[in-house]
């Protein structure tokens, strides 16, 4: 089993401050060090300080080996989302975002929901994102892509991100 989080204690500074006066600083700088120890009625022991469970806050922070996940805790468990953006995730973002705008542009042009379209896309990366979701962007809009498709009746640039992208509309 890899390790991917610590356990750290993040006490209230405002509602131990009176409690254990200079020694705060202290307790604050160990407990988010990890070197606390959790007691069986809830409360925290930090070093010779013992902490109500009103006064601290349990979380998880990813051990410093561990990159490109987002690490969160609670009620006994802990979860790690990888939160890496490959090339495959980008693209398949770019085709949700491309279905979008035909949908708005079907509005647009005054066509019915179940109405069949010719659709044509150009522009730079679009090879990439055609031969892996064309299949979705046809699925979702009721379209043939055809990249012979010059004039229709709707022509549109739209722009994702860094790309500009021509769409074509036929009925």
């Given amino acids: 089993m890899t390790t991917i989080a610590r356990k750290i204690c993040k006490p209230n500074a405002r509602l131990i401050g009176a409690k254990f006066g200079k020694?705060?600083?202290d307790i604050?700088?160990?407990a988010k060090l990890g070197n606390f120890t959790e007691l069986p009625d809830g409360k925290i022991q930090v070093g010779e300080f013992v902490l109500e469970s009103s006064e601290f806050e349990i979380a998880y922070e990813p051990l410093e080996n561990v990159v490109g996940l987002s690490v969160e805790g609670g009620y006994g468990t802990v979860i790690a989302i990888d939160i890496e953006v490959?090339?495959?995730?980008?693209?398949?973002g770019y085709a949700r975002d491309?279905?979008?705008q035909i949908q708005d542009t079907r509005k647009e042009a005054g066509y019915q929901v179940?109405?069949?379209i010719r659709l044509s896309l150009s522009g730079s990366g679009m090879?990439?994102?055609i031969a892996q979701f064309g299949d979705y962007i046809a699925s979702e809009t009721l379209s043939v892509i055809d990249t012979g498709l010059v004039f229709g009746d709707i022509e549109k640039d739209i722009e994702i991100e860094d790309m500009i992208?021509?769409?074509v509309l036929k009925k």
Wanted: aromatic share 0%; net charge neutral; proline share 0%.
């Fill in 23 to 25: 020694a705060v600083q």
């Fill in 98 to 100: 491309i279905v979008r």
């Fill in 127 to 129: 090879g990439d994102m």
């Fill in 114 to 116: 179940s109405d069949r």
């Fill in 86 to 92: 490959t090339d495959s995730l980008r693209l398949e």
């Fill in 165 to 167: 992208v021509k769409m």
């Fill in 28 to 30: 604050i700088r160990e």
